[in-house]
C-alpha cells in the first residue's frame, strides 16, 4: 500500500522568523556570510568556501561567462550551463578562469610585423586595448614590446603600416622579472602609472601580464572568490551521459565546483558518475549532486555517492511544470527541513558535515533568508539572475518596459534532452517540464546582490548571529495563516503618486 507523509508539503511563503535576542556586537558589518561548498569534518573548515551564499543556476538563460564573472566578483558562484556541446562550456570555464588573476596568461598577442589593421582585428575580436608584441605573436615568444589603441590613430594612422613603428618597444617598457611577487607588481604599476606590467623570464620570454584594472576590481570586490592562484572559482553542471568525456575537458580549463544537473538526482546513473569523477580526481574538484527532496534521497547521495552537496528542489523552479506533468515534487520549504534533518543526523552518525543547496522556486529575498535560515548552507537561482544585465540573453522592450527571456531547461527551446532522458523523442522532449517566457530586467548582479544581502545580514543580526550557522541555529519559525499574511502586508492605506504609502 502506498505510504502518505503526515503533515502538508509546505513553501517558504508560510514561514516567519521569530527575533532572537540582538546584542550590540551584532552589527551587519560584523556579519560573516562564508558558506561551505565540499564537505568537511566536525571542527575542520571546508575545502571550498563561498563567500556569499549564493550561486546562480545551470541554465542557458542564466550562467554564461558574465554571470561567472559577476558572480564570483561578488564571492558567490555560476554553474555554467552544461546544455552546450562540451567545447563551448570548458571555453566559457576557461574564460572566466582567464578573465583575473595576478599573473595573466597573456591572450592577446601579435608578431611586431602585423599591421595596423590586423592588430585592430584583433582587439574588436577579444574586447581588449592593450597586446603584447612578441617574435613570433604567441603568450610565451621572445618580449618585444606593448602596443596599446592610444599608440595610434584609427582614421588618421596608415593601417597598413606594421606594429613595431608604433609599439613601446621592449627597452622603453617597464617590466617585472620572473619570481616578483603580486604586491612589488602592483607598486610597479602604481610607481610608474601604467595599466599592465609584463612579467618575463629570465632569457625574455613572456611569462604572463598584471594588470591595473584586476587590482583595481580586486579592491572594489572585497568578497570575491579567488583559487589558490587568485583566479576567480568557476563552476559547472555536468550530467550523467557524457561525464567521462565532458569532466576532464572542465577540469582541463580550470573548473572547481561541478553540480549534477538533473530534476531527479535520486539515481543509480549519478552515484555511478559521482564515483567516477572522485575516483579520477579525488578532492581536487567538488562534486554537488541532486537534486532531492526528501531525506532518503539525501542519505543515498552522501553515503553511496560520496558527494560534496547535495542540492534540495523539485518542480518549485519559476520556469518548472515538473509537479503538473509529472505529478513528482514536494513543497520546497519541506523538502529543505526534512533534508537538513537527515544530514544533520548525518553529521552526529559519522562526524561529516555535507553542506545542501536549496535549488529553486526563491520568489523573492525574504524567501532567500527563510531557506538560509531553515538549514540551506547555500541557495541556487536562475529567476533572479535571469533578471540582471549579466545574464547572457538580449534585452527586449514589451509595452515599454524592458524584459530579458527566461527558459527552462526542460522546454524545447533549451533542449536538454540530458537532463529529462526519460521523455526525450527524435525530435526533442516527449512533454516539457519548463516554460518559455520572459522576466523584467533589473540591473547589475552587484547592485541586485547588495539589497539582498544587506536585507539578509540585517535578519541575521535580528536572530542575533554573526554567522549562517549561528543564523540556523538560532532560528525560531512560525507557521503563518492566511490572515496573519493579510496583516503582514499594508492596511487602511492610500497610496500617494510617487508609489509610497501614506499611512490614514
Ligand atoms: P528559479 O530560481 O527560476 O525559481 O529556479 C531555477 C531552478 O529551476 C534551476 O536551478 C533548476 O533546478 C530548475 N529548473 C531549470 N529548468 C527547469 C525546467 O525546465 C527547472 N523545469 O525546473
Not at 58 to 68: E, F, L
Not at 193 to 221: M, Q, R, W
Request: hydrophobic letters at 40%.
Amino acid at each position: 500500500m502506498s505510504h502518505v507523509l503526515d503533515g502538508f508539503s509546505r513553501t517558504f511563503s508560510e514561514y516567519l522568523l521569530i527575533p532572537r535576542l540582538t546584542k550590540k556586537i551584532h552589527m551587519t558589518s560584523n556579519v560573516s556570510l562564508l558558506a561551505p561548498v565540499a564537505k568537511f569534518k566536525k571542527g575542520e573548515t571546508s575545502r571550498l568556501q563561498l563567500n556569499l551564499p549564493v550561486v546562480s543556476a545551470s541554465m542557458q538563460a542564466v550562467s554564461g561567462v558574465d554571470m561567472g564573472v559577476a558572480l564570483a566578483r561578488q564571492g558567490g558562484a555560476a554553474f555554467v550551463f552544461c546544455s552546450q556541446t562540451i567545447e563551448a562550456q570548458a571555453a566559457m570555464i576557461s574564460k572566466i578562469k582567464l578573465h583575473k588573476a595576478g599573473f595573466v596568461k597573456s591572450t592577446l598577442n601579435v608578431k611586431p610585423g602585423a599591421t595596423l589593421r590586423e592588430l585592430l582585428d584583433l582587439m574588436r575580436r577579444e574586447g581588449h586595448s592593450t597586446v603584447a608584441v612578441t617574435s613570433d605573436g604567441s603568450p610565451t615568444g621572445m618580449f618585444e614590446g606593448i602596443i596599446t589603441d592610444n599608440d595610434f590613430w584609427e582614421f588618421e594612422d596608415d593601417l597598413s603600416s606594421i606594429v613595431s613603428s608604433h609599439m613601446t618597444p621592449k627597452e622603453k617598457v617597464i617590466f617585472g622579472e620572473i619570481g616578483i611577487g603580486l604586491r612589488s607588481a602592483n607598486e610597479l604599476l602604481h610607481k610608474h602609472k601604467k595599466e599592465a606590467l609584463p612579467i618575463l623570464e629570465k632569457d625574455g620570454k613572456l611569462n604572463s601580464i598584471v594588470f591595473k584594472k584586476d587590482y583595481v576590481a580586486h579592491k572594489n570586490n572585497p568578497l570575491e572568490l579567488l583559487d589558490n592562484e587568485k583566479r576567480l572559482v568557476a563552476a559547472a553542471g555536468i550530467n550523467t551521459h557524457d561525464y567521462e568525456v565532458r569532466l576532464p575537458a572542465l577540469m582541463e580549463a580550470g573548473v572547481d565546483i561541478v553540480a549534477f544537473d538533473s530534476s531527479d538526482g535520486f539515481s543509480e546513473y549519478q552515484r555511478d558518475a559521482a564515483l567516477w569523477a572522485r575516483e579520477k580526481y579525488g578532492d581536487s574538484i567538488v562534486i554537488g549532486a541532486g537534486n532531492v527532496v526528501s531525506a532518503e534521497g539525501f542519505r543515498y547521495l552522501a553515503e553511496e555517492a560520496k558527494v560534496d552537496f547535495v542540492k534540495v528542489g523539485i518542480g518549485g523552479g519559476s520556469i518548472c511544470i515538473t509537479r503538473e506533468q509529472k505529478g513528482i515534487g514536494r513543497g520546497q520549504a519541506s523538502a529543505l527541513l526534512d533534508v537538513v534533518a537527515e544530514r544533520n543526523r548525518y553529521l552526529e552518525e559519522t562526524g561529516i558535515y555535507i553542506p545542501i543547496c536549496s535549488d529553486g522556486g526563491l520568489a523573492n529575498d525574504t524567501q532567500i533568508i527563510i531557506a538560509l535560515a531553515m538549514g540551506a548552507d547555500f541557495v541556487m537561482m536562475g529567476r533572479y539572475f535571469a533578471m540582471s544585465d549579466e545574464s547572457p540573453t538580449q534585452k527586449v522592450t514589451i509595452k515599454n518596459s524592458i524584459f530579458k527571456p527566461y527558459w527552462g531547461e526542460g522546454s524545447n527551446r533549451a533542449r536538454n534532452w540530458q537532463r529529462y532522458s526519460e521523455g526525450k523523442t527524435v525530435d526533442g522532449l516527449l512533454f516539457e517540464e519548463g516554460i518559455d517566457g520572459y522576466v523584467p530586467v533589473i540591473g547589475p548582479v552587484k547592485d541586485m546582490l547588495s539589497v539582498t544581502i544587506g536585507k539578509l545580514r540585517s535578519t541575521m543580526c535580528n536572530l542575533g548571529s554573526l554567522n549562517l550557522k549561528e543564523f540556523t541555529e538560532n532560528a525560531v519559525l512560525t507557521l503563518v495563516s492566511g490572515q496573519s499574511i493579510v496583516e503582514g502586508g499594508t492596511s487602511n492605506i492610500v497610496q500617494d503618486e510617487s508609489g509610497s504609502g501614506v499611512r490614514t
